[in-house]
Nanobody, 124 residues
């Protein structure tokens, strides 16, 4: 099993940036595809971005494409999500999730391991 801990959330003005981190407890994150999801007030959990275990493949929701960038550092067992040009509608609790697979998953039920989440609030 792997435990995931998110960090980096906070309050930011519209147009600002934040970088979220997802640190894995396991000695190696190798073999795990990782995704970021979010759940805004009164909204369903939605896929935001995903990255393959090697880091060579990424996929984004249309709503964040060209604004968010997902990456991973194997040496640090950490996946990052750089979020630029933030909008009030990006306000949500952001979760990272991981699954042992060679394919990036975009639906929450396909992930077995989840962090506790980090809150992102974007003010207008």
């Amino acid at each position: 099993q792997v435990q995931l801990v998110e960090s980096g959330g906070g309050l930011v003005q519209a147009g600002g940036s934040l970088r979220l981190s997802c640190a894995a407890s396991k000695r190696t994150f190798s073999g795990y595809a990782t995704g970021w999801f979010r759940q805004g007030p009164g909204k369903e959990n939605e896929f935001v971005a995903g990255i393959g275990w090697s880091g060579g493949y990424t996929i984004y929701a249309d709503s964040v494409k060209d604004r968010f960038t997902i990456s991973r550092d194997h040496a640090k067992n950490t996946v990052y999500q750089q979020m630029n040009s933030l909008k009030p509608e990006d306000t949500a609790l952001y979760y990272c999730a991981a699954e042992i697979t060679d394919q990036v998953r975009t639906t929450s039920f396909e992930y077995d391991y989840w962090g506790q989440g980090t809150q992102v609030t974007v003010s207008s």
